[in-house]
């Protein structure tokens, strides 16, 4: 019974209040603004006439439909959304919304990474998942600690310098 409850609900969506915010704002613009010009398409299109072979028609028809997909999953992931406030500093430890400043102890280059929920993750920008291999090494850890990262490629070995 509980598994059932748990999977009308969703799989918990971690956020940060820009993540969520985000979030909001491609909703609402697919709700008021992509909903209408759709909808204005599909009237264009059937105004050339016959429908069964009217690419426009189709075309329009299948961009309705993707648009109402990602309604409904916005809806889904918001209505199970954890906003999780950047972290403060006060406890010390790593944790989703922390940017925590790294030292590689093989190469000794720095990095800084954001941890984020999985949605936000962008490795290009330097914001990593709590969910990726360096994310759940760093969850929980303090400045000082030496993490141990399992990669493809090996293990890695990081220092925590600083932690905001």
């Known amino acids: 019974m509980a598994k ?3 999977n009308e609900k969703g ?8 993540g969520l915010k985000r979030l909001e704002e491609e909703l609402e613009h697919l709700r008021t603004v992509r909903r209408r010009e759709v909808a204005e398409r599909i009237k264009q299109a059937i105004e050339f006439g016959d ?10 028809k299948n961009e309705q439909a993707f648009i109402e997909g ?3 999953t916005l809806e889904k992931m918001l209505r199970n959304a ?28 720095e990095r800084e990474y954001t941890i984020v929920g999985s949605l936000e993750s962008d490795p290009g920008n330097r914001k990593i998942s709590n969910e990726s291999p360096v994310g759940q090494a760093l969850m929980g850890h303090q400045v000082g600690d030496v993490v141990e990262v399992e990669v493809p490629a090996g293990t890695i070995k990081y220092e925590i310098l600083d932690i905001k």
């Open 4 to 6: 059932e409850r748990e």
């Open 11 to 18: 799989k918990e969506v971690i956020l940060t209040s820009t």
């Open 51 to 60: 429908i069964s072979e009217n690419s426009e028609y189709e075309d329009a």
């Open 70 to 72: 990602r309604i409904i």
């Open 82 to 109: 954890k906003v999780i406030e950047s972290g403060n500093g006060q406890t010390g430890e790593v944790s989703i919304g922390s940017t925590v400043r790294l030292k590689n102890l093989e190469d000794n280059q």
